[in-house]
């Protein structure tokens, strides 16, 4: 069974930073694309950042140069590093993986997780 467990969520005030970690369970992804995305109330879900074997890394325009998309492959697990929160990032972010990085950059996923929620207050 695959499992993507997210951690690292949280309230945290503007201009802080968090660091957004899931780790896959029931197969090794190493070369698997990952990305995460997030969804407010409201609205629909946005890539936020992805990542695609061996490193190069992808960015939404709203997070780039503040967030940065990384792996540990060892212990199977992508992480989001977010600095300099705003409000408008607060969300419930997803962590999500494909074969295909093609399919995962148009929001299709073999895998999601089950969201961690980021506040930001003002």
């Known amino acids: 069974q695959v499992q993507l467990i997210e951690s690292g969520g949280g309230l945290v005030q503007a201009g802080g930073s968090l660091r957004l970690s899931c780790a896959a369970s029931?197969?090794?992804?190493?070369?698997?694309?990952r990305a995460w995305f997030r969804q407010a109330p409201g609205k629909e879900r946005e890539f936020v950042a992805a990542?695609?074997?061996?490193?190069?890394?992808y960015y939404a325009d709203s997070v780039k140069g503040r967030s940065t998309i990384s792996t540990d492959n060892a212990k199977n697990t992508v992480y989001l590093q977010m600095n300099s929160l705003k409000p408008e990032d607060t969300a419930v972010y997803y962590c999500?993986?494909?074969?295909?990085?093609?399919?995962?950059?148009?929001?299709?996923?073999?895998?999601w997780g089950q969201g961690t929620q980021v506040t930001v207050s003002s």
């Open positions: 990542i695609r074997w061996p490193s190069s890394t």
């Open positions: 029931g197969l090794a992804f190493s070369r698997y694309a």
């Open positions: 999500a993986s494909d074969s295909s990085f093609n399919q995962l950059s148009r929001g299709s996923a073999d895998y």
